[in-house]
T-cell receptor, first 116, second 117 residues
Framework: SAVISQKPSRDICQRGTSLTIQCQVD?????MFWYRQQPGQSLTLIAT?????????ESGFVIDKFPISRPNLTFSTLTVSNMSPEDSSIYLC?????????????FGPGTRLTVL | GNSVTQMEGPVTLSEEAFLTINCTYT??????LFWYVQYPGEGLQLLLK?????DKGSNKGFEATYRKETTSFHLEKGSVQVSDSAVYFC????????????????FGKGTKLSVKP
């Protein structure tokens, strides 16, 4: 497995602003992902963060709303842009550690976002 | 498309009771199946997995068997403890060979388990 940290752990933001969430891993990983967990709901994949290139977004998610960076093998950011109350969720990054089976993901502790 | 259905909670049990949380799935191809657990105030943790039919995943006294004939992956534990109180998520991966996204873990809605002393 890998030790995954996220910053911030929680935040309360105003409508119309943007928040950048960081995901840091203590070892190199082959794959990194960003998920959203809306209140009382399950997790939904937002995008795959590709190292050195543009992220791959799932249906219903767009780069303008959720820009993602992954400058190296251990770090990624997700920005939630022009926020509205509907963006209130827990945002989680997950990784596939190098040398681990590609079907098994490990999750960070999540960032709890509340938009007023 | 692929989907996961798990029993609705909350489930409340007494300590040392037997636990079953039902999970069934719909999938194209041969997905891997997972149980994740989310303890109060903590992140999501991988509990166990199975990658092919008839495989049994096990960890911390929990077990689940990949049943292709019934498309099920029910989670069981013979004797639960208060410390098992958490939300349990059943999940599967899409198969890249059938057009699925490798990263797309598809989750059930979660089942909250409360164990009373």
């Amino acid at each position: 497995s890998a030790v995954i940290s996220q910053k911030p752990s929680r935040d309360i933001c105003q409508r119309g602003t943007s928040l950048t969430i960081q995901c840091q891993v203590d070892s190199q990983v082959t794959m990194m992902f960003w998920y959203r967990q809306q209140p009382g709901q399950s997790l939904t994949l937002i995008a795959t963060a590709n190292q050195g290139s543009e992220a791959t977004y799932e249906s219903g998610f767009v780069i303008d709303k959720f820009p993602i960076s992954r400058p190296n093998l251990t770090f990624s950011t997700l920005t939630v842009s022009n926020m509205s109350p509907e963006d209130s969720s827990i945002y989680l990054c997950s990784v596939v550690p190098s040398g681990s089976p590609t079907d098994t993901q490990y999750f960070g502790p999540g960032t709890r976002l509340t938009v007023l | 498309g692929n989907s996961v259905t798990q029993m609705e909670g909350p489930v409340t049990l007494s300590e040392e009771a037997f636990l079953t949380i039902n999970c069934t799935y719909t999938a194209t191809g041969y997905p891997s199946l997972f149980w994740y657990v989310q303890y109060p105030g903590e992140g999501l943790q991988l509990l166990l997995k199975a990658t092919k039919a008839d495989d049994k995943g096990s960890n911390k006294g929990f077990e689940a068997t990949y049943r292709k004939e019934t498309t099920s992956f029910h989670l069981e534990k013979g004797s639960v403890q208060v410390s098992d109180s958490a939300v349990y998520f059943c999940a599967l991966t899409g198969s890249v060979f059938y057009g699925g996204s490798q990263g797309n873990l598809i989750f059930g809605k979660g089942t909250k388990l409360s164990v009373k002393p």
